[in-house]
């Protein structure tokens, strides 16, 4: 594992190649962002010649690989980073979302916080909110599916997060200029 300015690497040997997996500094939330692959120092000529086979991607060891990449300390680091920024995110709107019923102001913040936090890289954006707003995680689920179900939410497959929609946008607008929001 080698350590740059912006994110560690993890390489690997399969063959004739060496292969080499980069993650930005900051929590491990999927696979590398960026794969390499070059030939090792002192590999055979034939085998250079045929070129990357599927053979060689196949035994790429990503699971291995993320494993290795959490236990790095530049990912402690960027986690301790990402905690401080999620509770400030979420506990801006933290007061809002607990005192608010299940209102369209309600249902936009809850979005708008959740994306947010998504985006910044919290692990398990969920757990979070309802610890933040006091609901059960179940009820706080329910909520963010009626939100994309209500159009206030996009949906990213397999992924935590999304986009605000427009219609989140003129509410959480039109909630602040009210002067109702708390921000």
Known sequence: MEANESGF???????????RMWWPTGPITGGPQRITVEAAEGAATRDVARGISTTVLRRLDLA????????????????????????EAGSSAGLLLANEGVSEPYLATLAATYKTMADLGAPAPVPWLARLI??????????????????YLTTVAGKAGGDLTEKATQVLAAFTESGDGRN
Do not use: F, S
């Open 9 to 19: 690497e993890i390489t690997q040997q399969q063959g004739a190649w060496v292969i």
């Open 64 to 87: 291995a690989a993320m494993k290795l990449a959490e236990t790095a300390p530049e990912l402690q680091q960027g986690m301790e980073e990402v905690t401080a920024k999620v509770e």
């Open 134 to 151: 006091g609901r059960r995680p179940e009820t706080v689920k329910d909520h963010l599916k009626r939100a994309r179900r209500e159009g």
